[in-house]
Structure formats: C-alpha cells, structure tokens
C-alpha cells in the first residue's frame, strides 16, 4: 500500500468530526415527571382540538378539577396550543 499525498499547491481539507449541538432540541419531546408539594406530576402538551376533559381522560383518576387547581386555571375554556399544563399523576 502506497502512501498518497497531495499535489504541491493543493491543500485537502481538514477532516471534519460531527460533534453534537449544544442548543439542539429533540424533534419529539418527551413528557416528562416533576414533584410537587402535594405529589407528582406530568407535563402535557395541549395540541389542537383538546379540553381540560379529554386531557384528563388520557390519564388515570385525573380530574378536569385537579387540572384545573395544579395549573390555577380558572377559564377552561382559554387552552392555547402549544402551553404546557401539569397533570397529576399517581405513584
């Protein structure tokens, strides 16, 4: 095996190593759990077309109330797209 080098006056580039972003934000986002005072819970996210109702659905025992009081919610009826809400979850 021969060693090749480059022709005088020409210059290879530099090898180039794929190091990973420190700003880059996964494509899907996972729920993810925290604590509270009272216990534990879940972020959602609220996409198009969801109420308090069918959120609390999703889960388990949850309650469009306890929703409601863990995210001090007081309009039901003002969810935007894209906000995170907290949801009760059981240990």
């Given at each position: 095996?021969?060693?090749?080098?480059?022709?005088?006056?020409?210059t290879?580039?530099?090898?180039?190593?794929?190091?990973?972003?420190?700003?880059?934000?996964?494509?899907?986002?996972?729920?993810?759990?925290?604590?509270?005072?009272?216990?534990?819970?879940?972020?959602?996210?609220?996409?198009?077309?969801?109420?308090?109702?069918?959120?609390?659905?999703?889960?388990d025992?949850?309650?469009?109330?306890?929703?409601?009081?863990?995210?001090?919610?007081?309009?039901?009826?003002?969810?935007?797209?894209?906000?995170?809400?907290?949801?009760?979850?059981?240990?």
């Amino acid at each position: 095996m021969t060693n090749v080098q480059p022709a005088k006056g020409i210059t290879l580039p530099a090898k180039q190593v794929n190091k990973p972003v420190a700003n880059a934000t996964p494509k899907s986002k996972p729920a993810s759990t925290a604590m509270t005072l009272k216990g534990k819970y879940t972020v959602y996210i609220v996409q198009p077309g969801d109420t308090l109702a069918a959120i609390a659905q999703r889960y388990d025992g949850v309650t469009v109330r306890q929703i409601k009081s863990l995210n001090r919610i007081s309009n039901s009826r003002a969810l935007r797209v894209g906000a995170k809400l907290k949801v009760p979850v059981s240990s």
